[in-house]
């Protein structure tokens, strides 16, 4: 029989160690929250704990120059104010492909989805979307297989260089903004991946109606 | 004795060339001539007026591409690398316009190169990353006397004054027939160049625009690519990323007998990894037996498309020459491959393979290859190849295998042979090629070879 009690290992109890002044930290800045987030957090506090002082599952990376990733996965998002007459355009343009991106983005094969966000009266577009890898690996390809379909969305917003441009890359990176927090499901499968695994799964299953018949 | 067409990869062309060939260096357009002799040469500026002296005395020994396409005299290159320009004494506002990959140097983005695990620059030989390669001096020719002459002639010019140091020759030569340290016929399927006055031969793909490949000209997306400065300095260079690999012929040896039980079921397996039976011929057009006459005939082995191999039945999606070169395999991303195209010269050094090789000592045999990787951005496209094309499956199906001969695998990495009725999944794949040195140059033009000369 194995013994019941385990002795921590140093990285555990330091984990713990952090944990705790998280959770002291949390407390503090809940002091001045409202009755109802207090309360919210006292009914929790327990299982934060637990959480908090486990080692973390998988920490967020660096996605390149902005952004973060988990996984093969990386989020993308930009808030942009709109050029004049912009957000016009973009709704048009938007609104004339039913808002469903799919056919474009089906092509670029990276995207697991993407949204245009309307914010401020028009003034500013928050987009958002999660994609394989980095994005900046494949600006130039992007400039030479798709450069109209992104210059028609992107010269909605204000400054926008043009996707040839050698500058677009840093205008991209100067209005990202990085995720605070995140989730994907599945950060080890790709778009690619998942098409994959679905093929699979189809002939697998073929596969199986013919022995079991 | 080989034609001149297998070693231009073109026929000449009716039209004058529209690239400034007298500024251009010959090495970069112009490919290894077979067979071949040669040998790197790297130096360590220790005084910056010695340096510029240095380069003064050899700027008239370094060969322009004007007639690359004949190669019957040795040839001499010559690279400088940031440390380099820095210790010739460039001005500032010119190192500071050159990118950053290239300022800090290979070694130090080994994490964007993937150059981890066994190929992780801790392990690699010296001098390489050390920040002390300065200066790269090629030298290339069809004969062991010209080469010889060629290195003779550059030794005249840094011996006998202080100031620049040697700090190590790495000779270099054709295995017999033409082969690499694994046994295969290399050096097929360069991208062609527009207005280098050379037409591609069949199954070369339309000329790529020169801009990707050489400073100052309008590239694939239609304007030149960002050039440092001043504009002498930067017109009609390029760079070179230099990778030093060592073959593991032995693990390679094994790995063959693992999965094949005859020499016929080895030699498949080999031309499956690679796409090319070991005589260059591609799978696409001799898929079930080699053909070494297709293999040898410059205008026959390069001629193929995807198009009737769409599920890989015949050159494997993850094999070499299809990663290298997907031409019009359909891709998980949207990719123009004509972006990631990089001109090599590969230069084998060691023994020749051996078949019979099979212990661990013949893995520790000094045996590979330096590649030269020359684009006027190489060193992104470097980057992007290892990541994207070489140490990673998703762009072409499969998965997270990586490139069977260039890759830096992991434990328990695999390699999957499309077939039918079912593919066939090979285990047990390894680091066949280990990075042991890899450096950044700038290729000057001739022109920025006299302005860098007469830096004060």
Known sequence: MATQTRTPTPTQSESARKGKEKIQQLRELFADAPELGRKALDNVIQELTAQATQPAPEALESAGRAGVRLGKVSELTIVVPFAPGGAKRLRAFLQMIGGNLSSGATRVGTLHDMRFVFLENDTKLLFATAYDGEWDAYIDDFATKIPDFLDIIDSAWEGWPGIRSPHAKDYLAKHQVAAEGWFVAHPDLTVAETARLKRNGKALDEFLDKISA | ?456
């Open chain 2, 1 to 456: 004795m080989s034609s001149v067409t297998e070693s231009i990869g073109g026929t000449l062309s009716t039209s004058t060339p529209t690239l400034e060939l007298q500024e251009i260096q010959a090495t970069i357009l112009r490919p290894r001539p077979a067979p071949y002799f040669g040998a790197h040469v790297l130096f360590r500026i220790d005084d910056a007026r010695a340096g510029r002296e240095f380069i003064r005395r050899l700027a008239p020994h370094i060969a322009s591409a004007t007639n690359w396409w004949n190669a019957a005299t040795a040839w001499l290159e010559i690279g400088i690398s940031y440390a380099g320009l820095e210790a010739l004494g460039l001005p500032k506002e010119s190192l500071e316009s050159f990118p950053e990959a290239f300022r800090v140097g290979m070694a130090a983005r080994a994490k964007q190169l993937g150059d981890d695990g066994v190929n992780d620059p801790e392990h690699w030989e010296a001098p390489f990353g050390t920040g002390q390669v300065h200066i790269g001096v090629s030298a290339f020719s069809d004969s062991e006397e010209k080469r010889r002459r060629a290195l003779a002639v550059a030794r005249k010019q840094y011996e006998g004054f202080s100031g620049v140091r040697v700090l190590a020759i790495q000779d270099f030569g054709a295995q017999p027939g033409d082969r690499n340290s694994l046994g295969y016929k290399d050096g097929i399927d360069q991208p062609a160049i527009e207005g280098s006055g050379v037409e591609p031969l069949p199954g070369y793909g339309r000329p790529i625009k020169a801009g990707e490949f050489i400073l100052g000209y309008p590239g694939e997306a239609g304007i030149p690519l960002p050039m440092p400065r001043p504009d002498v300095l930067g017109r009609n260079g390029t760079y070179v990323g230099f990778r030093k690999y060592q073959t593991r012929v032995g693990a390679f040896n094994r790995f063959l007998r693992a999965n094949g039980r005859t020499e016929e079921e080895r030699e498949l397996v080999a031309a499956k990894l690679v796409g090319r039976w070991r005589s260059g011929a591609p799978l696409t057009l001799a898929p079930d037996v080699d053909n070494p006459a297709l293999g040898a005939d410059p205008k026959r082995n390069n001629d193929f498309d995807y198009a009737n191999d769409p599920h890989g039945r015949q050159i494997p999606f993850g094999a070499h020459i299809r990663r290298m070169n997907p031409r019009d395999t359909e891709l998980t991303r949207l990719t123009d491959v004509n972006l990631h195209r990089l001109i090599r010269r590969g230069t084998t050094y060691g023994p020749p393979y051996d078949p019979n090789a099979l212990s661990e000592q013949d893995d520790e045999v000094p045996r590979g290859a330096i590649f030269l990787f020359i684009s006027a951005k190489a060193m992104a496209s470097i980057e992007f190849l290892q990541q994207e094309w070489i140490n990673d499956g998703n762009f072409i199906g499969v998965g997270n295998e990586r490139d069977p001969i260039i890759g830096r695998q992991e434990e328990g990495a695999t390699f999957t042979i499309p077939k039918e009725p079912v593919r066939r999944r090979i285990h047990g794949i390894q680091t066949f090629n280990v990075l042991k040195g890899g450096e950044y140059f700038f290729v000057p033009s001739m022109s920025a070879l006299k302005w860098l000369a007469d830096l004060k």
